[in-house]
């Protein structure tokens, strides 16, 4: 038995074993005494104060009641939570009790040839027995746990066990289970063990547990100082750049660990890609040589012939230009007759027209017109015919009438804003009678209120809504705008029926009307004439540039006649020539596509490799890198307050449960 407490000590000590920290710790040992079934039936927790930093008071947080010092003498205040302690810069060790449930409690099960059975009745019995022992946890948190059941000397056979072993000492028998309940299933850790044996009257009586989170909190603590990098931003970056590459995408820059993979990877595939385009550039301009080429060797022959050809034809030419170019001086000489005479009937019009608009009054109805020209015409005519338009007239009509129209109108403006004020008062009376599930209109509530119908109270209660709705300023507005909207659809309405009625505006309209026509005809007549005029000079600077072009022509024919004897000979010595350059192109090309083909086909196979690759990695990194990733930060977490009792902000805490099983 000695050997067993010596090893439940040593056990303590390993589990509660963390690194010394430059800071007050709170050690806690917490004892529970348990039945088999994880009912709780006294807790003591023994707590020691570590005044690493010799304070003469230590401040605590506790929960725990019965508190009394099992280190020393030191004395202590309580108030409320807040636990004060006269520490004289020493450690401070004390004891409480807590009806809180402690965080991990172990669970009991036993069959009997597949029947439940106690532990108690098991003395008196025989069989084939399972013991199963799990962790009950009132919270999430990641703990390690291992249970000490002592065997008796006799009654247990042919063990079998899973996340457990026997150790023995001493000829006595001691199974050790473990778990790791707490953590995510992912991590397949063993949340129970199982003993399965052949049980002969076995007496097992009590068992010893012990289980912390502060190993696995120092492990978190250790691996976050060491780790110097934000693991998700290398996740997301990591996910980008592999996205990208399975998409045959540019990387994008990344600024953490991979931040030297993107450039080299673009790197690598822009000269792929260069280096493609620049094979495929080749072989398009070899092929295109080659055309070339062929073509150029046909062509060669032909312009071997033609040459021949034009050599005969340039004695003909040059005859046919020299009767062209004295026709056309004999033209040319006739041109300034031509110009004048058409220039003299475009004046005789304009006279014509000068002198009909100044006996048409137009200076009576003061419309200033200054004598037309060949030059001024259009824009003076123009300018006539916009102050003459009907619709401009009608329009500047209609703001003088508006201006008369307008007060007149609005001088009835209580009269309009009633009858828009009734409207929605209407609108909103069938809005409150909706919302009050009457389906019923203004007219038939109004029906139905004079002929008793509507209680006295609900009316109340109808006409008050209305009446607050009415005073909003949303209402308010809506009937100032509606009002506005009536009082311009009135003006508007009075200005067209004026308008529409009134002889002396239809007469002014109806002579403005003619007016215009008139004018608008004399403008096209002498457009007409313009461009006949204008057409005429281009004609016959025409005839003058032809003539220029003719003699030139002439000489240039004589020219060609005597270079066309030249041309007939360099024409056959580049026929032979171009022969031979058909031939070297053709073998040029064919190299170029095979090796076009060669680079098309390297680039293919290593953008292959790097799709491939990314579409095997990135969901490793989605998922199998990310859950890994969660469930450390939730496993970090969850151990951060695993302590059994309060602790004050930013204090260290580190504790052990104890806990025996009375199995009987």
């Given at each position: 038995m000695k050997k067993i407490i010596a090893l439940t000590l040593s056990l303590i000590m390993a589990l509660g074993c963390i690194p010394a920290m430059a800071e007050n710790i709170k050690h806690e040992r917490v004892y529970v005494v348990a039945a088999a079934d994880g009912t709780v039936e006294s807790v003591t927790d023994s707590v020691r104060l570590e005044n690493v930093d010799e304070l003469d008071e230590i401040g605590d947080r506790t929960i725990l009641t019965d508190i009394r010092n099992v280190g020393g003498d030191e004395a202590f205040t309580l108030d409320g939570e807040t636990l004060t302690w006269?520490?004289?810069?020493?450690?401070?060790?004390?004891?409480?009790?807590?009806?809180?449930?402690?965080?991990?409690?172990?669970?009991v099960s036993l069959t009997l040839d597949g029947q439940e059975i106690s532990c108690a009745d098991l003395k008196d019995r025989t069989g084939e027995a399972v013991l199963t022992v799990s962790y009950q946890q009132q919270e999430t948190l990641p703990v390690l746990v291992v249970t000490a059941l002592p065997l008796p000397e006799e009654g247990v056979t042919d063990l079998k066990l899973e996340n457990a072993a026997v150790l023995s000492e001493m000829g006595r028998q001691v199974l050790v289970g473990w778990a790791v309940?707490?953590?995510d299933e992912q991590l397949n850790l063993p949340v129970a063990f199982t003993a399965s044996f052949h049980a002969d009257h076995a007496d097992l009586s009590w068992m010893m547990t012990f289980c912390t989170s502060d190993p696995v909190d120092a492990v978190c603590r250790e691996l976050d100082e060491r780790v110097d990098l934000d693991p998700h931003a290398e996740l997301d970056e990591a996910k980008l750049l592999l996205t990208a590459m399975q998409n045959g995408e540019t990387l994008p820059e990344t600024t953490g660990k991979t931040s030297g993979?993107?450039?080299?990877?673009?790197?690598?595939?822009?000269?792929?890609?260069q280096l493609n385009d620049g094979a495929a550039t080749l072989a398009d301009g070899a092929s295109q040589l080659s055309a070339g080429a062929t073509e150029l060797k046909d062509g060669a022959a032909s312009l071997a012939d033609g040459a021949a050809t034009l050599a005969d034809g340039a004695v003909d030419a040059e005859s046919g230009a020299a009767a062209l170019d004295e026709g056309l001086t004999t033209l040319v000489a006739n041109n300034e007759a031509l110009n004048t005479g058409a220039a003299a009937i475009f004046a005789t019009i304009l006279e014509s027209a000068n002198q009909q608009l100044a006996a048409a009054g137009l200076?009576?109805?003061?419309?200033?017109?200054?004598?037309?020209?060949?030059?001024?015409?259009?824009?003076?005519?123009?300018g006539v015919l916009d102050q003459l338009n009907p619709e401009n007239l009608k329009a500047v009509a209609a703001v003088q009438v508006e201006e008369a129209v307008r007060p007149q109108v609005e001088a009835n403006a209580d009269q309009v804003r009633a009858a828009v004020e009734e409207a929605a008062r209407q609108q909103v009376l069938e809005a409150v009678l909706q919302a009050a599930e009457q389906d019923l209109t203004a007219e038939q509530y109004a029906q139905a209120l004079q002929a008793g119908q509507v209680p006295e109270e609900h009316a109340e209660l109808i006409d008050a809504s209305v009446e607050k709705q009415m005073q909003s300023d949303e209402v308010k507005r809506q009937?100032?705008?509606?009002?506005?909207?009536?009082?311009?659809?009135?003006?508007?309405?009075?200005?067209?029926?004026?308008?529409?009625?009134?002889?002396?505006?239809?007469a002014q309209l109806a002579t403005a009307q003619a007016?215009?026509?008139?004018?608008?005809?004399?403008?096209?007549?002498?457009?007409?004439?313009n461009t006949f005029v204008t057409g005429l000079k281009d004609y016959t600077d025409g005839a003058a540039e032809a003539s220029s072009g003719a003699a030139q022509l002439h000489t240039g024919l004589t020219q060609l006649n005597t270079g066309a004897g030249s041309l007939s000979e360099g024409a056959s010595a580049l026929s032979t020539g171009a022969i031979d350059l058909a031939d070297g192109a053709s073998s040029v090309s064919a190299g170029a596509t095979a090796l076009k083909d060669g680079v098309q086909t390297m680039k293919q196979t290593i953008m292959d490799a790097e799709k491939e690759a990314a579409e095997k990695l990135l969901p490793y990194v989605e998922n199998e890198l990310a859950d890994a990733l969660r469930i450390y930060e939730q496993t970090r977490d969850g151990v951060r307050n695993g302590g059994y009792d309060l602790r004050p902000e930013g204090m260290k805490g580190v504790t052990v449960y104890v806990i025996r099983t009375d199995l009987q």
């Amino acid at each position: 038995m000695k050997k067993i407490i010596a090893l439940t000590l040593s056990l303590i000590m390993a589990l509660g074993c963390i690194p010394a920290m430059a800071e007050n710790i709170k050690h806690e040992r917490v004892y529970v005494v348990a039945a088999a079934d994880g009912t709780v039936e006294s807790v003591t927790d023994s707590v020691r104060l570590e005044n690493v930093d010799e304070l003469d008071e230590i401040g605590d947080r506790t929960i725990l009641t019965d508190i009394r010092n099992v280190g020393g003498d030191e004395a202590f205040t309580l108030d409320g939570e807040t636990l004060t302690w006269k520490a004289d810069g020493g450690d401070i060790t004390y004891q409480g009790t807590s009806d809180k449930a402690p965080a991990v409690l172990p669970v009991v099960s036993l069959t009997l040839d597949g029947q439940e059975i106690s532990c108690a009745d098991l003395k008196d019995r025989t069989g084939e027995a399972v013991l199963t022992v799990s962790y009950q946890q009132q919270e999430t948190l990641p703990v390690l746990v291992v249970t000490a059941l002592p065997l008796p000397e006799e009654g247990v056979t042919d063990l079998k066990l899973e996340n457990a072993a026997v150790l023995s000492e001493m000829g006595r028998q001691v199974l050790v289970g473990w778990a790791v309940p707490g953590v995510d299933e992912q991590l397949n850790l063993p949340v129970a063990f199982t003993a399965s044996f052949h049980a002969d009257h076995a007496d097992l009586s009590w068992m010893m547990t012990f289980c912390t989170s502060d190993p696995v909190d120092a492990v978190c603590r250790e691996l976050d100082e060491r780790v110097d990098l934000d693991p998700h931003a290398e996740l997301d970056e990591a996910k980008l750049l592999l996205t990208a590459m399975q998409n045959g995408e540019t990387l994008p820059e990344t600024t953490g660990k991979t931040s030297g993979i993107a450039p080299k990877v673009n790197e690598l595939n822009d000269g792929l890609t260069q280096l493609n385009d620049g094979a495929a550039t080749l072989a398009d301009g070899a092929s295109q040589l080659s055309a070339g080429a062929t073509e150029l060797k046909d062509g060669a022959a032909s312009l071997a012939d033609g040459a021949a050809t034009l050599a005969d034809g340039a004695v003909d030419a040059e005859s046919g230009a020299a009767a062209l170019d004295e026709g056309l001086t004999t033209l040319v000489a006739n041109n300034e007759a031509l110009n004048t005479g058409a220039a003299a009937i475009f004046a005789t019009i304009l006279e014509s027209a000068n002198q009909q608009l100044a006996a048409a009054g137009l200076d009576a109805a003061g419309i200033t017109l200054p004598e037309l020209t060949a030059e001024n015409y259009a824009a003076a005519l123009d300018g006539v015919l916009d102050q003459l338009n009907p619709e401009n007239l009608k329009a500047v009509a209609a703001v003088q009438v508006e201006e008369a129209v307008r007060p007149q109108v609005e001088a009835n403006a209580d009269q309009v804003r009633a009858a828009v004020e009734e409207a929605a008062r209407q609108q909103v009376l069938e809005a409150v009678l909706q919302a009050a599930e009457q389906d019923l209109t203004a007219e038939q509530y109004a029906q139905a209120l004079q002929a008793g119908q509507v209680p006295e109270e609900h009316a109340e209660l109808i006409d008050a809504s209305v009446e607050k709705q009415m005073q909003s300023d949303e209402v308010k507005r809506q009937i100032d705008q509606n009002t506005q909207a009536q009082i311009d659809q009135l003006v508007r309405q009075n200005v067209e029926e004026y308008l529409a009625s009134d002889e002396t505006v239809a007469a002014q309209l109806a002579t403005a009307q003619a007016a215009y026509d008139s004018l608008s005809a004399l403008k096209a007549q002498l457009d007409q004439v313009n461009t006949f005029v204008t057409g005429l000079k281009d004609y016959t600077d025409g005839a003058a540039e032809a003539s220029s072009g003719a003699a030139q022509l002439h000489t240039g024919l004589t020219q060609l006649n005597t270079g066309a004897g030249s041309l007939s000979e360099g024409a056959s010595a580049l026929s032979t020539g171009a022969i031979d350059l058909a031939d070297g192109a053709s073998s040029v090309s064919a190299g170029a596509t095979a090796l076009k083909d060669g680079v098309q086909t390297m680039k293919q196979t290593i953008m292959d490799a790097e799709k491939e690759a990314a579409e095997k990695l990135l969901p490793y990194v989605e998922n199998e890198l990310a859950d890994a990733l969660r469930i450390y930060e939730q496993t970090r977490d969850g151990v951060r307050n695993g302590g059994y009792d309060l602790r004050p902000e930013g204090m260290k805490g580190v504790t052990v449960y104890v806990i025996r099983t009375d199995l009987q």
